[in-house]
């Protein structure tokens, strides 16, 4: 079960608190209460993001990458779900190797662990089923480099915190509309609002509808999203949060897997960018509910105390169609097909506790953080049979390409149980940000978990326990006022899905990661500048070994990898008409004998936006977007994708202070490329574009 994924749209809100209008009276008891209010309502509007270490950083003093994806930079690139959000993100790469699932990628390894406002678990597989919405989060943070000291676990590659919009302390929102190549149509709207006369208690709902289809012959695509939350004052110190989500997305012609790029004769095989190898009757449709309720209390002596229970309710129905082999250059023959139909059903439950506060020592002021949290899952999912000796979907295939009707659907027999897991995640940890010298200071912290997972996968009987303690120690210097040097050590420690031939799990990944770097800010700290250098060590690794053949699912061994590279990055305001954000990412990896590894992963990366504001018409701007990467390939599939370049531009006018219209052109230069080696891709998208009005009010 992919723990943390389960609480990717989480609804769990961090607001803490609440508006209060002062009355006006002279008494002293009075003023006391509204100066109280007046502090928790501070917290509504500048909220703190503990998404790294736990504690209140600023982004310059952290000892890890950290980049910031916010709404107002999403939008302005149309980018309305969470794949072409990260496509936005320095370092980021996402790997959409099939129609519906999609993984995310930093430094050469998978990222299996995001967050909700810091709060979060494993995503041991690191997929992503279809397309989420990204409308619900005000901001999005990318921190690249382990990061076991929030999630007790993690690899080398970097942590995704999502965080999501919550209410505000003033009445409104906007609604918008869309409409876009590919018969692209959407609708959103956000609105928050305040429920009592004095604002103690607020709400706020967003909502988007959306329907697309696509490049890819018969691929179509409509999701709906609504999430709900209100948060309210208890009592002078306490405050409680409440939430809803729903998402429903259906998908039509889908992929399993992706296009087949070989020929028979070993070289290189090369399509029409709307081919697919699926056929009509394939679908995928998901429906994921989340609930949350929190209660912050602030302690007099302004310590807090953080309780939170969530829930996620995850279902999905597919009918799938997958084609491998090799293709005789000739006849277009030589795929072979295989059909699967698939349920199934999650659930999870998260209760976390965390008390933090600042405290003195030596005549300093430092600030800790320490908490527990118990996460359980159950992942149950079931198969349906079908005739193998009466099926054209299993078999021989006609010459590809081929009509998206020209296989008929099987007749779908009895459903059995193919999977049914069990998970438990205990976790233990604490943080700490020591001032060292008023130039110094150090970060420490640990994180200790159980974890067992039990059931069957496949037939196969699973059964593991498993316990670790995690260290992580980081320093910042101010060389300057300006200028923060760093260094962070983690450990890598990760439970892994990936299993082995015989249906057993592998066992955890184990390793080391270091970070140093500089962050220099600019321009009265408008503009943020970071070099980072980073090493990492990872044993048993999981490494695609082959397909079993005897149920075409992808088994896994342990390997050794090593990686090192750096980063450097802009981000922030240059001028106030001209704002930038861009990125350069060069990595190597390589196995035990020294070999480069993960070949998928492209070794150098060029990311950037810039937005620009005319002088001469404020009501005006422009847009310019882009990302380069090197030679990418997978030796497994025998197939190569040369290096590359996407560029995206936008306009935007404000016709009154409420109407904005905005243009968007995506891939300007028409580039044919396959979106990801990471397994086996399918062609990205053309030239393409979108039309959006919005509305504030």
Do not use: C
């Amino acid at each position: 079960m992919k723990l943390s994924s389960l609480f990717a749209l989480t609804p769990l809100a961090l607001a803490l608190s609440v508006q209060a209008q002062t009355p006006q009276t002279n008494t002293d008891d009075v003023k006391e209460a509204d100066v109280e209010k007046i502090r928790i309502v501070g917290v509504r509007q500048n909220r703190v993001s503990r998404g790294a270490t736990g504690l209140t950083m600023e982004v310059s003093e952290t000892p890890q990458s950290i980049s910031i994806l916010s709404e107002d930079l999403m939008q302005s690139f149309g980018a309305f779900n969470i794949n072409d959000a990260l496509k936005l993100a320095p370092g980021i790469n996402v790997e959409e190797w099939e129609t519906n699932r999609t993984n995310y990628t930093a430094r050469g390894f998978e990222i299996k662990n995001t967050q909700i406002d810091g709060v979060g678990l494993p995503n041991d597989w690191g997929i992503v089923t279809g397309s989420v919405e990204a409308y619900g989060y005000e901001e999005i943070e990318v921190i690249r480099g382990a990061n076991g000291l929030l999630t007790g676990v993690g690899n080398a590659s970097g942590t995704i915190n999502y965080v999501r919009k919550r209410p505000t302390n003033e009445e409104g929102g906007e609604i918008g509309a869309s409409i876009g190549s590919y018969n692209f149509k959407r609708v959103q709207g956000d609105y928050s609002m305040l429920l009592t006369e004095d604002g103690s208690w607020a709400a706020r709902v967003v909502g988007s509808v959306e329907d697309k289809e696509s490049h890819l012959d018969g691929l179509e695509n409509d999701r709906s999203f609504v999430y709900g939350v209100i948060d309210g004052q208890l009592t002078d110190n306490a405050t409680v949060t409440f939430g809803l989500s729903y998402q429903d997305a259906n998908t039509d012609g889908n992929t399993w897997g992706g296009l087949v790029f070989n020929y028979t004769d070993g070289t290189q095989a090369e399509w029409d960018i709307n081919d697919t190898t699926t056929q009509e009757w394939t679908k995928w449709d998901t429906e994921t509910t989340n609930a949350f309720v929190e209660l912050d209390y602030v302690f007099d002596n302004d310590w807090q105390l953080l309780l939170s229970y969530n829930y996620r309710d995850f279902e999905d129905q597919s009918k799938l169609f997958y084609a491998y082999g090799a293709i005789d250059k000739d006849t277009g023959l030589g795929l072979v097909g295989w059909p699967g139909r698939y349920d199934s059903e999650r659930d999870s439950h998260l209760v976390e506790g965390r008390v933090f506060g600042d405290f003195e020592l030596f005549g300093r002021n430092h600030e800790v953080n320490f908490g527990v949290s118990h996460a359980t899952s159950d992942d149950v999912s079931f198969v349906h049979a079908f005739d193998y000796a009466t099926t054209p979907a299993y078999g021989p295939t006609p010459a590809f390409p081929y009509a998206l009707d020209a296989i008929a659907e099987p007749d779908w027999l009895d459903v059995s149980e193919y999977s049914n897991i069990e998970q438990t995640l205990t976790r233990y940890f604490g943080s700490a940000r020591f001032s060292v010298t008023d130039d110094m200071h150090v970060i420490a912290g640990f994180n200790a978990i159980d974890f067992e997972r039990k059931g069957q996968n496949a037939g196969a009987v699973i059964d593991n326990s498993e316990s670790e303690a995690s260290p992580y120690v980081g320093a910042t210097y101010a060389v300057t006022e300006d200028v923060n040097a760093y260094v962070s050590y983690s450990d890598v420690y990760q439970p892994q899905e990936q299993y082995d031939i015989n249906g057993q799990y592998l066992d955890p990944t184990k390793g080391q990661n270091f970070e140093a770097g500089v962050k220099a800010q600019w321009f009265d700290n408008r503009l943020l500048t970071t070099f980072a250098y980073f090493t990492a060590e990872q044993d048993n690794l999981a490494a695609y070994a082959g397909t079993n053949p005897d149920t075409l699912q992808y088994y896994y061994e342990g390997v050794s990898v090593e990686s090192d590279g750096f980063e450097i990055e802009v981000a922030g305001q240059v001028t106030d008409a001209l704002r930038v954000n861009a990125s350069y990412t060069n990595i190597d990896v390589e196995d035990e004998q020294g070999n480069d590894a993960n070949l998928w992963a492209p070794r150098d990366v060029v990311t950037f936006q810039l937005g620009y504001t005319i002088p001469q018409a404020p009501e005006v701007e422009v847009g310019f977007g882009g990302r380069w990467q090197s030679e990418i390939s997978n030796v497994d599939y025998n197939v190569k994708q040369g290096a590359y370049f996407l560029g995206n531009v936008y306009a935007s006018r404000a016709f009154t202070d409420d109407l904005t219209v905005r243009m968007n052109i995506n891939n300007i230069f028409d580039k044919k490329y396959i979106n990801s080696l990471h397994t086996v891709g399918y062609y990205g998208a053309g030239i393409n574009a979108q039309l959006s009005a919005s509305y504030t009010f």
